[in-house]
């Protein structure tokens, strides 16, 4: 079966382990101990490998659900000129509610 998901780092690798874990799918980690050759090896490692095949759609959405949260921005400006993060839903400076909900 052809790798799942090409992790950025073994950091990564691991937590999306765990986080597909945490939803029942088991997976293996190829490659992560070869991170330290980086730039010696031509790698792409470290790899996730689904153990039961029958989880790819699951998986799947998981994994983009994962990115799609990756690329939203760690805070948001508020009118007042405050930046505030991102799970905050009130600016705590003047109280106005972050634009979009």
Do not use: K, T
């Not at 070869?34 to 699951?58: F, H, Q, V």
């Not at 959405?61 to 007042?80: D, F, M, N, T, V």
């Amino acid at each position: 079966m052809p790798a799942l998901y090409l992790a950025a780092d073994p950091m990564e690798a691991q937590l999306l382990s765990d986080y597909l874990a945490d939803h029942d799918i088991a997976v293996r980690i190829d490659g992560a101990f070869l991170w330290s050759a980086r730039g010696e090896l031509p790698l792409e490692y470290p790899r996730l490998y689904l153990l039961d095949p029958n989880d790819e759609i699951r998986a799947r959405a998981l994994l983009r659900e994962y990115e799609r949260r990756a690329h939203i921005p760690s805070i948001w400006r508020c009118g007042c000129g405050q930046d505030v993060p991102h799970h905050f839903e009130l600016c705590w400076s003047c109280g106005d509610g972050r634009p979009g909900l």
